[in-house]
């Protein structure tokens, strides 16, 4: 073994309980670090997750009609008035299929799906409901909304005739697969749909209003003949999309939103709560490093006469300095490993404590490796940094005075 | 024509800033290779003030100081370190063994800080030479759990086994009853015999200096007295 190494073990190894209590107390640091990390960015995982479970990261719109126009009131006085489209007609991309192939080709967006979306009525028997109807292309809508592994029988196919809705819809109209039902524009255009399948998407509000026919049917009941109103798009990087949406809008001309303008309160809460987080990591790493810090400086008084006789007897400064420099690396290194560990061992702990009725946890943890990685670095950095002062002050002892101090 | 192994010149050390004590007023010193000589002097003379300076432990705050005909007021921490660890060997009076570490790693730490290399590469020649010393069985034990004396010879085994030109040795045998003192001097007349080894010893014992070939004696940081046998 290297004498450095050698000289930092022992020298670890005799410090005892102050050894232990250092090796502890940072231990315990990093696993609260990972712990919390692993905590919060789950819990916005899983935020995210449910958010976009229903929703595409950007959609491209027509650009509203409402203008502004400015118009005299008076000598120096200005007024506008606000021109509105009326608002049963709705507004359609227009030439889409050469939007789309433009969306396409842009980097970073993974899929497209045009939609035909509306507002409209199911009617069967004397039930009457208000529904979202929605033209869809299944096997690119399935990209953005994934439809297919959220069905609880039937299939998303939409072939003629076809329509797949929501399970509280299906309970309340009290229809399941093969039954018939009349679905109604706001224009008056009405038409008879077979059930083909049910979901349950895990959102109320969807699994309620959701009505899925084919592009071409929506278009007769919406009165779009062979428009859409929107083209919904997945890309790459979710935290990219307000970027995409930007660059979406410079090249069509068209309006992009992504889920990041949509769910704005959403991304400000997980903001706090990341810096919340960030601002306790880091006083659990002050407190960590100035644990280790003093335990050191202790050390180093207390091991003036081994210093002095190291140096007497040809240790240079520089290779005391590193002595106590790997001791800091040591405790660090020490500290990522069981830290690491107990952080993970309590996070899926936690995890275990709340279960959803289908035995997923309530509040899913997220131990990604990135996460490991980063916290042993940030112990190892620590470790090394608060072993810094120690160091210097050992190798800044005069070798004569710390021989005579008997 | 003897080799010099040593030589000081004019070299005073002074402590303290606003009370300055003069330790060292002057000194001029040559040793020659194969000397064993003597330091006596009454305490606080400056005895071990000036074993620090001859052992770059302290620097002077004038003179000149050549080891191995290399000036050392030019070196720096570092180069005087491996000057130091290379032509010198320390025998102190309070042993100063390293607490917790074992025999043979208290003899084997300088060999392996000084070569920058792996601990157990030393282990074989610190075992060698803790056997010529008489403690060939005492290997694995810590300072604590040896004698006065065995403690004193694993010092004399860490000061000697790179083979230096110069021991300095501050009362080796101060703390010893007469009869370990005797023993542990006779270790130190062996090895000057036998690897021609320089040594500068510092001693009240009149008993043992005149075992020596030169005895040097300092009075309030002056030479007085500088006799060869
Ligand atoms: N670091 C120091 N600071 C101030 N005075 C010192 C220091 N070291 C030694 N002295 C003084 O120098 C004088 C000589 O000390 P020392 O060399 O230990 O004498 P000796 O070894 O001959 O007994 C003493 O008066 C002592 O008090
Ligand atoms: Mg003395």
Same mark, same amino acid.
């Given at each position: 073994?290297?004498?450095?190494?050698?000289?930092?073990?022992?020298?670890?190894?005799?410090?005892?309980?102050?050894?232990?209590?250092?090796?502890?107390?940072?231990?315990?640091?990093?696993?609260?670090?990972?712990?919390?990390?692993?905590?919060?960015?789950?819990?916005?995982?899983?935020?995210?997750?449910?958010?976009?479970?229903?929703?595409?990261?950007?959609?491209?719109?027509?650009?509203?009609?409402?203008?502004?126009?400015?118009?005299?009131?008076?000598?120096?006085?200005?007024?506008?008035?606000?021109?509105?489209?009326?608002?049963?007609?709705?507004?359609?991309?227009?030439?889409?299929?050469?939007?789309?192939?433009?969306?396409?080709?842009?980097?970073?967006?993974?899929?497209?799906?045009?939609?035909?979306?509306?507002?409209?009525?199911?009617?069967?028997?004397?039930?009457?409901?208000?529904?979202?109807?929605?033209?869809?292309?299944?096997?690119?809508?399935?990209?953005?909304?994934?439809?297919?592994?959220?069905?609880?029988?039937?299939?998303?196919?939409?072939?003629?005739?076809?329509?797949?809705?929501?399970?509280?819809?299906?309970?309340?109209?009290?229809?399941?697969?093969?039954?018939?039902?009349?679905?109604?524009?706001?224009?008056?255009?009405?038409?008879?749909?077979?059930?083909?399948?049910?979901?349950?998407?895990?959102?109320?509000?969807?699994?309620?209003?959701?009505?899925?026919?084919?592009?071409?049917?929506?278009?007769?009941?919406?009165?779009?003949?062979?428009?859409?109103?929107?083209?919904?798009?997945?890309?790459?990087?979710?935290?990219?999309?307000?970027?995409?949406?930007?660059?979406?809008?410079?090249?069509?001309?068209?309006?992009?939103?992504?889920?990041?303008?949509?769910?704005?309160?959403?991304?400000?809460?997980?903001?706090?709560?990341?810096?919340?987080?960030?601002?306790?990591?880091?006083?659990?790493?002050?407190?960590?490093?100035?644990?280790?810090?003093?335990?050191?400086?202790?050390?180093?008084?207390?091991?003036?006469?081994?210093?002095?006789?190291?140096?007497?007897?040809?240790?240079?400064?520089?290779?005391?300095?590193?002595?106590?420099?790997?001791?800091?690396?040591?405790?660090?290194?020490?500290?990522?490993?069981?830290?690491?560990?107990?952080?993970?061992?309590?996070?899926?702990?936690?995890?275990?404590?709340?279960?959803?009725?289908?035995?997923?946890?309530?509040?899913?943890?997220?131990?990604?490796?990135?996460?490991?990685?980063?916290?042993?670095?940030?112990?190892?950095?620590?470790?090394?940094?608060?072993?810094?002062?120690?160091?210097?002050?050992?190798?800044?002892?005069?070798?004569?005075?710390?021989?005579?101090?008997? | 024509?003897?080799?010099?192994?040593?030589?000081?010149?004019?070299?005073?050390?002074?402590?303290?800033?606003?009370?300055?004590?003069?330790?060292?007023?002057?000194?001029?010193?040559?040793?020659?290779?194969?000397?064993?000589?003597?330091?006596?002097?009454?305490?606080?003379?400056?005895?071990?003030?000036?074993?620090?300076?001859?052992?770059?432990?302290?620097?002077?705050?004038?003179?000149?100081?050549?080891?191995?005909?290399?000036?050392?007021?030019?070196?720096?921490?570092?180069?005087?370190?491996?000057?130091?660890?290379?032509?010198?060997?320390?025998?102190?009076?309070?042993?100063?063994?390293?607490?917790?570490?074992?025999?043979?790693?208290?003899? &084997? =730490?300088?060999? *392996?800080?000084?070569?920058?290399?792996?601990? @157990?590469? $030393?282990? /074989?020649?610190?075992?060698?030479? %803790?056997?010529?010393?008489?403690?060939?069985?005492?290997?694995?034990?810590?300072?604590?759990?040896?004698?006065?004396?065995?403690?004193?010879?694993?010092?004399?085994?860490?000061?000697?086994?790179?083979?230096? &030109? =110069?021991?300095? *040795?501050?009362?080796?045998?101060?703390?010893? @009853?007469? $009869?370990? /003192?005797?023993?542990?001097?006779? %270790?130190?007349?062996?090895?000057?015999?036998?690897?021609?080894?320089?040594?500068?010893?510092?001693?009240?014992?009149?008993?043992?200096?005149?075992?020596?070939?030169?005895?040097?004696?300092?009075?309030?940081?002056?030479?007085?007295?500088?006799?060869?046998?």
């Amino acid at each position: 073994m290297r004498y450095e190494l050698f000289v930092a073990l022992r020298f670890l190894r005799q410090g005892g309980a102050q050894t232990v209590l250092i090796f502890g107390g940072a231990a315990f640091g990093v696993g609260v670090i990972v712990f919390l990390t692993a905590l919060l960015d789950g819990l916005q995982n899983n935020l995210i997750d449910r958010t976009l479970g229903s929703q595409a990261h950007v959609v491209v719109r027509a650009p509203d009609l409402t203008t502004k126009r400015p118009f005299r009131l008076g000598p120096g006085e200005k007024g506008a008035a606000v021109v509105e489209r009326p608002a049963q007609r709705l507004q359609g991309v227009d030439e889409w299929p050469k939007v789309m192939r433009t969306v396409e080709a842009i980097p970073g967006v993974t899929a497209t799906s045009p939609v035909a979306n509306g507002p409209g009525f199911i009617r069967r028997g004397q039930a009457e409901k208000s529904i979202n109807v929605f033209g869809v292309v299944p096997e690119r809508f399935d990209r953005i909304v994934p439809i297919t592994p959220k069905l609880i029988e039937g299939h998303f196919r939409l072939e003629g005739g076809e329509v797949v809705i929501g399970q509280v819809l299906a309970d309340d109209l009290g229809v399941g697969l093969g039954d018939k039902i009349r679905l109604t524009g706001t224009q008056g255009v009405s038409e008879v749909f077979a059930v083909a399948g049910v979901f349950d998407l895990g959102n109320r509000q969807v699994n309620q209003r959701w009505a899925l026919v084919s592009l071409r049917a929506a278009q007769a009941l919406l009165q779009l003949p062979g428009g859409i109103t929107n083209l919904d798009i997945r890309v790459e990087e979710i935290f990219e999309a307000q970027a995409l949406a930007d660059q979406i809008e410079r090249r069509t001309g068209l309006k992009a939103d992504s889920w990041m303008v949509l769910n704005n309160d959403l991304l400000v809460g997980l903001k706090g709560q990341s810096s919340s987080g960030t601002m306790i990591s880091i006083f659990v790493v002050i407190a960590v490093a100035l644990g280790i810090a003093s335990v050191l400086i202790v050390s180093v008084v207390q091991k003036q006469r081994e210093i002095g006789i190291m140096r007497a007897t040809g240790t240079t400064a520089q290779l005391i300095q590193r002595i106590f420099l790997i001791q800091g690396a040591i405790v660090g290194g020490f500290a990522s490993v069981l830290g690491s560990l107990l952080g993970a061992g309590l996070a899926k702990l936690f995890e275990g404590l709340a279960q959803n009725p289908n035995g997923s946890p309530t509040f899913p943890v997220s131990l990604s490796p990135g996460l490991f990685v980063t916290a042993s670095l940030v112990a190892v950095v620590v470790g090394l940094a608060s072993a810094w002062g120690p160091a210097r002050r050992a190798a800044r002892l005069d070798p004569a005075q710390a021989i005579r101090s008997v | 024509m003897s080799e010099p192994i040593l030589e000081l010149r004019g070299i005073t050390k002074n402590f303290g800033t606003e009370v300055v004590t003069e330790v060292l007023r002057g000194l001029d010193l040559r040793l020659d290779r194969g000397e064993l000589a003597a330091l006596m002097g009454p305490s606080g003379s400056g005895k071990s003030t000036l074993l620090n300076v001859l052992g770059l432990l302290d620097r002077p705050n004038s003179g000149e100081l050549t080891i191995l005909g290399q000036d050392t007021k030019s070196l720096d921490d570092a180069a005087l370190t491996r000057l130091r660890g290379r032509a010198l060997g320390f025998i102190f009076q309070f042993h100063h063994l390293i607490p917790g570490f074992n025999a043979w790693e208290n003899v &084997a =730490l300088p060999q *392996a800080a000084l070569a920058g290399r792996m601990m @157990d590469e $030393h282990q /074989a020649t610190a075992r060698r030479m %803790l056997e010529e010393v008489g403690l060939g069985d005492r290997l694995d034990h810590l300072p604590n759990q040896l004698s006065g004396g065995q403690q004193q010879r694993v010092a004399i085994a860490r000061a000697l086994v790179h083979h230096p &030109a =110069l021991v300095l *040795a501050d009362e080796p045998t101060g703390n010893l @009853d007469s $009869h370990s /003192a005797d023993e542990i001097f006779e %270790l130190m007349r062996r090895f000057h015999r036998e690897l021609q080894t320089t040594f500068l010893v510092v001693t009240h014992d009149s008993r043992l200096a005149d075992r020596c070939d030169r005895i040097i004696e300092l009075v309030d940081g002056r030479i007085v007295q500088d006799r060869r046998r």
